[in-house]
């Protein structure tokens, strides 16, 4: 069996560059211009009700979207516009926003800053640390730190942000990838399929508690 480290790396390569496709020879799309006073002013009269003014929402099953990479928010909002990523109250809400909406709430939110969170269970947390930095080779789950940093800070435009994030959250986001219910991407499906809930609960709580 190959490392896990090796499994991670051959597994996305292949799932992004068969993504990718016919794409790799596209003209790369100008960057968007953001404004964040129009963006703090849709946050204040929208997104204010289950994130906070500052992205760090304190309603359970709401993610914390404070210092997300704004690239990765466009993605999801304009997915939840299209129905591409379904089953949640954000496919109203992305309806009513223009893309240059959605480009200025993007950015503001990634201007604040994320509370400092801590993991709430001593007795998974050396299993949730165990998958986040090495992964399950048992079960061909690859480390969740080689696409989103040792320190769960993601990469902009490809991976985002977890640090911090909302173990219940990320525990219903990892089961909605493995069971079929999130279809929004790629990789993560193949990611966590092998994972049970244990496992899938374990890490969530261990993300959390990332700084």
Known sequence: MKPVS????SLISALLFTAAGSAVAATPAAKPVPDLNKGKAIVNSVCIACHNADGNSVIA???????QHPEYMIKQLKEFKS????????NGY????????????????AS??????AATNQETLALGEKIWRGGIASRAVPACAACHAPNG????????RLAGQKADYTELQLKDFRDGV???????????NG?????IKAVSDFIQGLR
């Open 195 to 199: 994972m049970n809930d244990a496992q």
């Open 112 to 117: 604040q800053k994320a509370n400092k969170l």
């Open 83 to 90: 129905n591409a990523r379904k089953g949640t109250v954000m």
């Open 6 to 9: 090796t499994l991670a790396a």
């Open 61 to 67: 099953g709401y993610p914390v979207v404070a210092q």
């Open 153 to 160: 800070a993601g990469m902009p435009v490809k991976y985002p």
């Open 182 to 192: 999130r279809k929004n991407d790629l990789v993560m499906p193949h990611v966590v």
């Open 94 to 109: 992305a309806a009513a926003l223009s893309d240059q909406d959605m480009v200025d709430v993007s950015y503001y939110f």
